[in-house]
């Protein structure tokens, strides 16, 4: 437990710090994806969600506080508009790390730091291929890989409109572990989240086969 700990040193004074998380954070807001090492990446996720908090707040205090932390001030109506609307039923968690090997050189834990769906969101294009690959798997079982390819997708929709009511522990097509980071990316998304989803688990699947 961190009490009293507001953010970690980061071998900085306080203005360093202050100003290189800034402008992570501004970085991640401009390209919603960043690489850099692990300690910042926590550090720069933790300044992230309560800046993102202010966007969901949209009054003028909270305006007037993410203006002064952030260094680009372009990226307000991002804030305040994509942001606030894309995350105005998520309750927090706006954020997710990735490890990502060790920096060459200082051997520095590297990670990819990224706002949770964006749209080149990490876990949606990991758990779409995880989909495609066991939809791959079961129809195997039944079918020629000449069959798949002809047919493509054409059930993946109604696989994925199904996993989605079952629990972890119920039988399914898809791997309870799918099936949970499958529930997991589509619980705050739009409605038409299911069917972009099943689009790309489809593609992963015919050129798998």
Do not use: C
């Not at 932390?69 to 942001?83: A, H, V």
């Not at 490890?99 to 949606?124: T, Y």
């Not at 199904?162 to 799918?178: H, Y």
Request: aromatic share 6%; proline share 5%; no cysteine.
């Amino acid at each position: 437990m961190k009490h009293g700990i507001a953010f970690r040193k980061l071998s900085r004074t306080t203005s360093h710090r202050m100003l290189m998380l800034r402008n992570l954070v501004t970085s991640l807001f401009e390209h919603e994806q960043i690489k850099t090492t692990l300690p910042k990446a926590r550090e720069t996720a933790r300044m992230a969600e309560k800046i993102i908090t202010l966007g969901k707040r949209g009054d003028q205090a909270a305006h007037a506080r993410a203006a002064a932390l952030l260094l680009n001030p372009e990226l307000l109506p991002k804030l305040f508009g994509t942001f606030a609307k894309r995350y105005a039923q998520r309750p927090g968690g706006y954020t997710r790390i990735h490890k990502f090997g060790n920096r060459p050189g200082d051997n520095a834990p590297h990670a990819v730091l990224e706002l949770v769906d964006n749209p080149r969101d990490i876990k949606w294009e990991i758990t779409s291929r995880a989909v495609g690959w066991d939809l791959l798997r079961d129809k195997l079982k039944s079918k020629k890989p000449v069959a798949i390819i002809n047919t493509g997708a054409e059930d993946t929709l109604d696989v994925i409109t199904a996993e989605r009511k079952l629990t972890f522990v119920e039988s399914g097509v898809l791997r309870p572990q799918t099936r949970w980071n499958l529930q997991k990316v589509l619980k705050f998304r739009d409605q038409s989240s299911p069917l972009l989803l099943s689009q790309k688990a489809g593609d992963y699947m015919v050129r798998t086969v």
